[in-house]
């Protein structure tokens, strides 16, 4: 079992800045890939950035590159988001995702946070 519990969450003027965090917890060293995922009112769940395990390959939106960096501390069970240069478009629920080593690529989700961008 994997618990995933994201932070940081909150409200940010066009232009600003925030920074998620996602701190896991349980059988963390079963895993993989890591990724942050987004749902804005009335649209399908998005894939935001994703992180291996090591950290040495990221894969970002089209719509976030160059103002979203992802990160991991595996010391520390905790993955990061960095979102600069924010939109009112970048307006929705984040969400930290935990995909397992295991063949099957069960995964996990945290409870999410809401991220506002209004001036």
């Known amino acids: 079992q994997v618990q995933l519990v994201e932070s940081g969450g909150g409200l940010a003027q066009p232009g600003g800045s925030l920074r998620l965090s996602c701190a896991a917890s349980?059988?963390?060293?079963?895993?993989?890939?890591m990724g942050w995922y987004r749902q804005a009112p009335g649209k399908q769940r998005e894939l935001v950035a994703a992180?291996?395990?090591?950290?040495?390959?990221?894969n970002y939106a089209d719509s976030v590159k160059d103002r979203f960096t992802i990160s991991r501390d595996n010391a520390k069970n905790t993955m990061y988001l960095q979102m600069n240069s924010l939109k009112p478009e970048d307006t929705a629920v984040y969400y930290c995702?935990?995909?397992?080593?295991?063949?099957?690529?069960?995964?996990?989700w945290g409870q999410g946070t809401q991220v506002t961008v209004s001036s």
């Open positions: 349980g059988s963390t060293f079963s895993i993989n890939v």
């Open positions: 995702n935990a995909v397992l080593f295991d063949p099957s690529g069960y995964d996990y």
């Open positions: 992180i291996t395990s090591g950290g040495g390959s990221t």
